[in-house]
């Protein structure tokens, strides 16, 4: 019986084909987090980021998945020769209930034991912008560290090596002074949010700090959990990830009913 993961191909994304692959999760190529994200990108190959990415043989796009060596990784861990997933992402339902996504983790998987990894991870949440723990669950994760609503969910290939643990990033809030807006290119939608957070800022007149992650490990060392995304008022965490200008607008509004 032919199933669909019968009729998947993977394609691996590099320099040479980003043109015509695209990055999956923004399909305009003409938009600016698209082109900043393809920078993004390119900029991370020597440090073994890998983007893959999943269609059927019409060449539909299914899934994709992107991941790297985990001392790269722009999110809040600590790990020593892992690979860690930094985004999943299946649109359909349908797609998630065939085993795309699964499909997919065990590619990631194969990499890992083909460079001799300890293991993979990654990050985990029931909330936005991030995949549920229950699709790792299923392929042999589990829960090796939590801190607020994140997991980070591991497969270990041996028991030697230390395993990963997530860094603590409420310990980096309170240096935050004043509207703080940080983020990196790592998601292709950051670049809009933060062109319509910054207008929106202008014209409510806040000074709005806008800081841009520019490495691992300044992500790594980012005020939150999604770490390349954090809205930061006087050392408060108002927002970890993608934020529409609507949304800003709410929040600012709720903080200035707060402090009267």
């Not at 194969?110 to 949440?125: E, H, L, P, T, V």
């Not at 042999?140 to 028991?159: A, H, P």
């Not at 002074?177 to 806040?206: F, R, V």
Request: hydrophobic letters at 35%.
């Amino acid at each position: 019986m032919t199933t669909l993961l019968d009729n998947v191909i993977i394609i691996d994304v590099t320099d040479d084909n980003i043109s015509e692959t695209g990055i999956y999760c923004i399909k305009n190529k003409k938009s600016a987090g698209y082109k900043s994200k393809v920078e993004w990108y390119k900029s991370n190959i020597e440090n073994g980021i890998k983007i893959k990415i999943a269609t059927d043989y019409q060449g539909k796009q299914l899934g994709f998945i992107e991941y790297i060596p985990s001392e790269f990784a722009w999110r809040p861990i600590k790990a020593n020769n892992y690979l860690f997933i930094q985004c999943i992402l299946i649109f359909l339902n349908e797609l998630k209930e065939k085993g795309v996504g699964s499909f997919l983790l065990q590619v990631c998987e194969q990499d890992a034991k083909d460079f001799n990894k300890s293991g993979i991870c990654a990050m985990s949440s029931e909330g936005t912008w991030l995949a549920k723990k229950s699709l790792y669950e299923k392929n042999g994760f589990i829960v090796g560290d939590r801190l607020g609503r994140f997991e980070l969910m591991i497969k270990s290939f041996n028991n030697i090596t230390l395993k990963p643990s997530l860094i603590d990033w409420t310990k980096q809030q309170t240096k935050y002074k004043g509207w703080n807006l940080i983020y990196s290119n790592q998601c292709p939608w950051h670049e809009k949010s933060i062109t319509d957070l910054k207008q929106s800022a202008l014209d409510k007149g806040i000074n709005l700090k806008v800081t841009k992650l520019t490495s691992p490990i300044e992500a790594q060392n980012a005020p939150s959990g999604f770490g390349t995304f954090s809205l930061i008022k006087d050392g408060k965490l108002l927002e970890d990830h993608y934020l529409s200008k609507k949304r800003f607008e709410n929040i600012v509004k709720q903080e200035i009913n707060n402090n009267r």
